[in-house]
């Protein structure tokens, strides 16, 4: 028997908004955390990994769109940034920093891309529900059921057979849709690969030199990227089909 559980679209426009206006704030809070490095004007923080985070769980639009949002606030000189680099509002997206922070909403547009679950060949539309309308979350409480006449047909379960060492074992997931790690794992490489080429675009737009810009810019950040990956990947594939299914 199915249950399906109707949200109505300004229910769900409110839950969205709320996502992106707590996602902006989640990295401004990650913005706090600083070191500051000797020899480079680039602090380390936890901005590039909350990006990422934020941007896996919510999906690539809304993710894109938070951070957008972030920057916004940041410009217009509240304290979302990190409050080492001595400059403020607008002026620190032209600063030594601002390469990394123009790069966030295409690296959270990126991260939820490749973290969205129905990210799968032969899955369709958001939890390859394709006949799910926004706002329309259901599940199916009998797995070997066959649709009948008069019954909402579940795109997800169409038959026992199918679903036999199939079953993911992240209740969020379709069944099929196996445990994402591989293209998680991608999308935060691929997150993290684009802030650090912002970042190393604008330093060496303003050092005049590549060389100088990977060196205070990138070589003192590896090792903690590593450490960045190792931590969100289990998050996001836990945390993101629950997530986007609300949303």
């Not at 973290?115 to 259901?138: E, I, L, T, Y």
């Not at 070997?144 to 019954?151: F, I, L």
């Amino acid at each position: 028997m199915e249950r399906a559980l109707v949200i109505g679209h300004w229910t769900l426009d409110i839950r969205r908004a709320a996502a992106v206006v707590l996602g902006a704030l989640i990295v401004a809070a990650a913005a706090q955390v600083s070191i500051p490095l000797p020899g480079t004007p680039v602090p380390m923080t936890l901005q590039p990994m909350a990006v990422l985070l934020v941007g896996g769980l919510l999906g690539a639009p809304l993710g894109a769109l938070s951070m957008i949002l972030y920057l916004a606030m940041g410009a217009a000189g509240l304290p979302v940034f990190t409050p080492t680099v001595p400059l403020v509002g607008f002026a620190r997206l032209f600063g030594p920093t601002g390469g990394y922070l123009l790069a966030y909403p295409i690296a959270a547009y990126a991260a939820g891309w490749f973290s969205d679950p129905a990210r799968k060949r032969g899955v369709v539309g958001r939890f390859s529900d394709p006949g799910r309308q926004p706002g329309v979350v259901s599940r199916l409480s009998d797995p070997g059921r066959q649709p009948g006449v008069g019954e909402n047909q579940d795109s997800w379960a169409p038959n026992r057979k199918q679903q036999v060492g199939s079953m993911s074992v992240n209740p969020g997931l379709a069944p099929g849709v196996r445990e994402p790690w591989g293209r998680v794992a991608l999308g935060v490489l691929v997150g993290l690969v684009l802030i650090h080429l912002g970042g190393l675009a604008q330093l060496a737009i303003l050092t005049g030199n590549i060389s100088a810009a990977a060196r205070f810019g990138t070589v003192p950040f590896l090792l903690g990227d590593l450490l960045k990956i190792a931590l969100l990947v289990p998050v996001l594939t836990k945390l993101t089909p629950t997530i986007h299914a609300r949303l």
